[in-house]
């Protein structure tokens, strides 16, 4: 079982719903055969004042953006950290569309799924 911590101010786009492994907080990680995959709501924030980073296994995306109105000043920020491993962090991408922020990191080879051959041995 898991347990996901709720936060009644963040709200998720849609689409998150239709996922199926738990959300945490606007960012989403998923794997297929040869990549990790992860997915960060960043909604109203213009892409160039997002940075995505990875270091050591752990990435690191922040968006923020300030806005002045009737009502005085108001900042939005996002931070969001998730320790991985397996990748090949020198190959990842990242692009952003309708507010969400995609990175797409190959898995090493090492870290792919292969079949392994059993051998039978002879019994005497």
Do not use: C
């Amino acid at each position: 079982m898991t347990i996901t911590k709720w936060d009644p101010f963040v709200r998720l786009p849609r689409w998150f719903e239709d996922f199926d492994e738990p959300v945490s907080r606007g960012l989403k990680v998923r794997e297929t055969d040869n990549d990790i995959i992860a997915e960060a709501v960043v909604a109203g924030i213009p892409s160039q004042n997002v940075e995505v980073h990875i270091e050591d296994g752990v990435l690191t995306i922040k968006a923020e953006t300030k806005e002045e109105g009737e009502k005085g000043y108001s900042e939005y920020k996002y931070y969001y950290t998730a320790a991985l491993s397996g990748g090949a962090w020198d190959k990842a991408e990242a692009d952003i569309e309708n507010g969400v922020v995609t990175i797409t990191i190959p898995k090493a080879e090492a870290a792919r799924p292969r079949k392994i051959e059993i051998k039978t041995k002879k019994t005497e």
